[in-house]
């Protein structure tokens, strides 16, 4: 039996070393393009209306966490039949992400009532119609991640949010008020999954394989599990607040928080991804 040939070292360096660059492009201008959102919102929304926004955005990303399934990490870690196991991971991406949208859908109203703002109905529909969008494109991005593409990822990763920024604060500026982020996020979420399909070298498109689909779950599970307590460690702060001294205070604290973690993520964010990306390369 023909061993596996041992990875090239110096490559996998090389590679990591430039998906560090491509990546901490893309952070610090995703990053600036927040800032430059941020200070707009702040200066033409009370305090009031970016607490909603916040709820809209908590619900958003809370289920994108649960509907990723840890597909994407499942995915980067696959041996064998990758464009099939691909192509099972889309197919599981958009059911979850249909299904778990249409939830948020049905439930907004109570949502927006537990954090005492049943004007955030809207707003909570609106993202929830994101939801699918954006757990199926973390199937693309993963590809472009297996392969080190980061040059590639950083087209979908990037470009939208700059335009997006452009949307949202051209929207503010002529008083459209909370769905003016919530258009740009949209067309960032429209415009982030088109490109990501686009600069893929190889499309699955969609298809089934029952025994694919579970060993993706198998792998994928205890990522998703660990990305959902992450994310309750690191936003049930924000659940207190709104709840129990409403969507006022929660306006604040949204604003401040994001303003000061901010160059701690543009740092952190692009070394961790890019490195734990490389070691996985590196163990196959």
């Known amino acids: 039996?023909?061993?596996?040939p041992e990875p090239d070292s110096a490559g996998l360096d090389r590679r990591a070393a430039r998906g560090t660059l491509w990546v901490g492009a893309s952070s610090w201008l995703n990053r600036l393009m927040l800032v430059a959102v941020l200070a707009v919102l702040a200066m033409r929304l009370?305090?009031?209306?970016?607490?909603?926004?916040?709820?809209?955005g908590l619900c958003q990303n809370a289920l994108i966490i649960l509907g990723s399934l840890g597909l994407a990490d499942a995915l980067v870690y696959q041996r064998e039949r990758v464009s099939e196991a691909a192509a099972t991971a889309l197919t599981l991406a958009a059911i979850a992400g249909v299904l778990i949208g249409g939830v948020l859908v049905a439930a907004a109203p109570a949502v927006a009532a537990f954090f005492r703002?049943?004007?955030?109905?809207?707003?909570?529909?609106?993202?929830?119609?994101?939801?699918?969008?954006?757990?199926?494109?973390?199937?693309?991005?993963?590809?472009?991640?297996?392969?080190?593409a980061f040059n590639w990822r950083f087209v979908p990763e990037t470009l939208p949010r700059i335009?997006?920024?452009?949307?949202?604060?051209?929207?503010?500026?002529?008083?459209?008020?909370?769905?003016?982020?919530?258009?740009?996020?949209?067309?960032?979420?429209?415009?982030?999954l088109v490109l990501c399909f686009a600069v893929l070298p190889a499309r699955s498109g969609f298809s089934w394989h029952p025994d694919l689909a579970a060993g993706l779950w198998r792998y994928g599970k205890h990522i998703a599990a660990t990305q959902s307590f992450d994310f309750a460690l690191q936003n049930i702060d924000y659940v207190?607040?709104?709840?129990?001294?409403?969507?006022?205070?929660?306006?604040?604290?949204?604003l401040a928080f994001r303003i000061a973690i901010l160059p701690f993520l543009a740092i952190t964010y692009a070394m961790a991804r890019n490195g734990r990306m490389a070691m996985r390369n590196a163990s196959e």
Request: hydrophobic letters at 55%; a positive charge.
């Open 46 to 56: 009370s305090p009031r209306e970016l607490g909603i926004l916040s709820v809209g």
């Open 163 to 192: 335009v997006a920024a452009g949307v949202t604060i051209g929207l503010a500026l002529a008083g459209v008020g909370v769905w003016s982020l919530v258009i740009g996020d949209g067309v960032a979420s429209v415009l982030s």
């Open 1 to 4: 039996m023909a061993q596996r």
């Open 240 to 254: 207190l607040v709104g709840r129990l001294l409403g969507p006022i205070a929660l306006g604040y604290y949204s």
């Open 117 to 148: 703002v049943p004007e955030a109905t809207g707003v909570i529909r609106a993202y929830a119609l994101m939801v699918p969008l954006s757990v199926v494109k973390q199937v693309p991005f993963a590809q472009l991640t297996r392969e080190l």
